[in-house]
């Protein structure tokens, strides 16, 4: 296969803070990914930069009596040293507050102004009576206007994905200090995204771009389906004044919302790269020849699948080829915590723990799907000492000392099939690796030092060294388990390219290329074995979390609410209730254990039909339901509803289902779904209907 042209960014990390593990999950299965595209041989690169504009900053700044231009440099000079520390390469790190992001942002910025696609209009916006300043989405946290669910920021709400402005939410409040925000109004530019709507639709949907799961959500929240689409809301790309970033060039006093300059920091970080080494960057964001790979978190899936694309688009410049989705980072099960010392700073980690541990761990729990991802401590500490020293660097110190003299055999001896059967393994992992499959990747490459290391126990190079007429054997022994120690370091090079260095020098042969594997080393020297990786202390890990617990209350400007009682939430609301349900429901079966909004997802509740009601003689609960999802699919369900309904008063009904539950085999046949009801049961059985108007087969959000 020829080179690829490769063009990869990571989300940019805001300069308002420093990295921790968290955004590590995004920056290491990039480079990652790289590292293997690179090892492959392809022209492949990396480019980021940091994220710099924006009210946060400005408000930070005035606190702590210095330019913005001195915090973010500050800030850049941080993030650069611990993703460097942390093995994480970029072909170049730039900051989206440089003279080439302020020349590309007016440049795309005119071309949507040519297209047509520029309004303005009155807003109502939050303003801080305490700062004095308009409230940037993060400043506000409050109760989203259509779930009512608590505690969301200004611009999306976590829990049912709606976007909206920060005037919109219920209760909302600033996070700056705490204050009731005011209602302003102020001009506003907005890009009317509707207007792209049946481009966005075919570039999300073409099963290409995005995962599934990805493009599903975004048809049933934003785009709506192909004969009924929902109207993509404009698109809010100004503040005014004061605000910390670039002026508007054709409208003085405004200034471009940071989510519009931010991603062209892409395009902007390239430049720089390209005018440093001499390459055009049309080569790079304008030609078919090159492939452009963005990875990001789940929660700015928005920006990035309808926003960014829109752009692109409008100016002329490449579309994505793929953008890679992960989810978050989760701790013993639960979200990042300061109290509890698990909301870790990468700085923190680096100060008590080995960064390929991270690495490794990190790409033994991703896949190529947008779950998250749990940092168990206990399985940290056991895993990267079973897999990385008990199982990879082992099988190299148990045999290099006894070759450091005689160093590898001429010829490559038999091995009764374990070189080949590694170097076949190439192609899997290899395509592991290029759909993000870390997980898949090294569960092979563990199967195959699984392998490795029964050859060496079966063997004993410890024994044969006992007797001088078995030292060429030895010499074959340890060649070949040096040698597949070898593959395996070739295939993890890109999760371990610190381990991979060291294994190039202990067999004097750097790891370039992928391709390695294929050949087996002989006839060269070993050099003098040393230490590879140490065994994770679980002191040291208890040391890094006890150094990261926060030992005083958050203030507001840490972005989380201050509790206005010790013994209620800052959440709590007091709602004009004239119905008082009573809680006995609730107390008889209380709520389920949270799910994530990936998790309900994953529930395909339908609209159905009820075209058929018949009782079973045998059954005392159930009646058996044919359900139409309409267009010829049909469902035949075994609902426990007989002693609430009449079977003949059921049909023709409108139903919800859940149409994608895996069938279950019964005593009277196949159940193919569920039909949605609620009631404690027996006769108190309620069947929910959606309203006049649902046909068979929408969708229920």
């Known amino acids: 296969m020829p080179p690829r042209r490769l063009l990869v960014t990571a989300a940019l990390p805001y300069a308002n803070g420093h990295i921790h593990l968290g955004h590590l999950v995004e920056y290491l299965q990039t480079d990652i990914w790289v590292r293997f595209q690179k090892l492959r041989g392809h022209n492949c690169r990396y480019f980021c930069a940091d994220d710099t504009h924006g009210t946060a900053i400005m408000i930070r700044a005035r606190q702590e009596n210095r330019s913005e231009e001195e915090l973010i440099a500050e800030m850049q000079a941080a993030h650069e040293r611990d993703f460097a520390e942390f093995g994480i390469e970029f072909d170049n790190f730039g900051s989206t507050n440089s003279d080439e992001n302020r020349a590309l942002c007016a440049e795309i910025w005119q071309s949507i102004r040519d297209a047509g696609l520029v309004k303005e209009k009155d807003v109502e916006q939050l303003f801080d009576p305490e700062a004095g300043t308009f409230l940037a989405d993060r400043f506000v ?325 006992k007797d001088p007429e078995n030292e060429q054997r030895l010499q074959d022994v340890c060649t070949i388990a040096l040698n597949l120690f070898r593959q395996l370091a070739i295939y993890l090079a890109p999760v371990l390219p610190k381990l991979a260095e060291q294994t190039g020098v202990l067999l004097g042969d750097p790891i370039t290329h992928w391709d390695q594997a294929q050949t087996p080393l002989v006839g060269t020297p070993v050099a003098k074995f040393k230490h590879m990786i140490q065994k994770i202390e679980e002191k040291d890990v208890q040391k890094m979390i006890e150094e990261s617990k926060e030992t005083t209350p958050p203030t507001p400007a840490s972005g989380e609410l201050a509790s206005a009682d010790g013994n209620e939430s800052a959440n709590t609301t007091t709602l004009n209730d004239p119905w008082k349900d009573p809680g006995d429901p609730l107390a008889a079966e209380p709520l389920a254990e949270e799910c994530t909004f990936d998790d309900f997802m994953k529930v395909d509740l339908r609209v159905a039909r009820i075209v058929s009601a018949e009782h079973i003689e045998e059954a005392r609960k159930l009646l058996k339901l044919q359900l139409s999802l309409g267009g010829g699919e049909y469902r035949q369900v075994f609902a426990g509803i007989k002693a609430a309904y009449d079977p003949e008063k059921l049909v023709g009904r409108l139903v919800v289902c859940v149409a994608n539950l895996a069938p279950r085999k019964m005593k009277f046949g196949l159940s193919e779904g569920m039909v949605v009801a609620s009631g404690p049961g027996g006769s108190e059985i309620y069947v929910l209907s959606p309203d006049e108007g649902a046909v068979p087969g929408q969708r229920v959000h």
Request: net charge negative; with cysteine; aromatic share 12%.
């Open 141 to 465: 946290r409050g109760t989203c206007p259509k779930c009512a669910a608590t505690d969301q920021p200004g611009d999306n709400c976590s829990s049912c994905g709606t976007t909206y402005s920060p005037a919109e939410l219920v209760d909302p409040q600033s996070t700056l200090s705490g204050a009731t925000p005011e209602v302003r109004t102020a001009k506003h530019l907005f890009i009317e995204l509707e207007q792209l709507h049946a481009f966005l639709d075919e570039w999300t949907q073409c099963g290409e771009h995005l995962q599934p799961e990805i493009a599903n959500y975004l048809k049933g929240h934003f785009l709506g389906p192909t004969d009924k689409p929902e109207p993509l809301r404009d698109w809010d790309i100004s503040r005014p004044a004061p605000y910390f970033g670039f002026e508007i060039p054709d409208s003085p006093g405004n200034y471009w919302y940071v989510w519009f300059d931010a991603p062209i920091g892409y395009i902007a970080s390239t430049r720089q790269w390209c005018d440093k080494h001499g390459e055009n960057l049309d080569d790079w964001w304008k030609s078919d020849d090159c492939e452009v790979h963005h990875f990001i978190g789940k929660d700015i899936t928005y920006f990035h699948t309808l926003f960014w694309p829109g752009m692109l688009k409008t100016a002329g410049y490449s579309l994505p080829s793929k953008v890679h989705i992960h989810g978050f980072l989760t701790v013993d099960g639960e979200k990042m915590s300061k109290s509890k010392g698990t909301f870790v700073n990468a700085r923190t980690y680096l100060d008590h723990l080995d960064p390929s541990y991270l690495r490794y761990f990190y790409a033994s729990k991703l896949s190529s799907k947008v779950d998250d991802i749990d940092l168990s401590l206990d399985e940290f500490i056991a895993k990267v000492d079973k897999d990385l020293r008990g199982k990879f660097v082992n099988l190299a110190s148990r045999s290099a000392k006894f070759v450091a003299k005689t160093g590898l055999s001429a010829t490559y001896p038999k091995d009764e099939g374990l070189f080949d059967a590694a170097s076949s393994a190439a192609a899997e992992i290899a395509q592991a690796y290029e759909s993000c499959d870390y997980s898949k990747a090294t569960r092979k490459i563990m199967a195959l030092a699984d392998s490795a290391n029964a050859f060496v126990e079966a063997n004993k190079p410890w024994e044969l060294r």
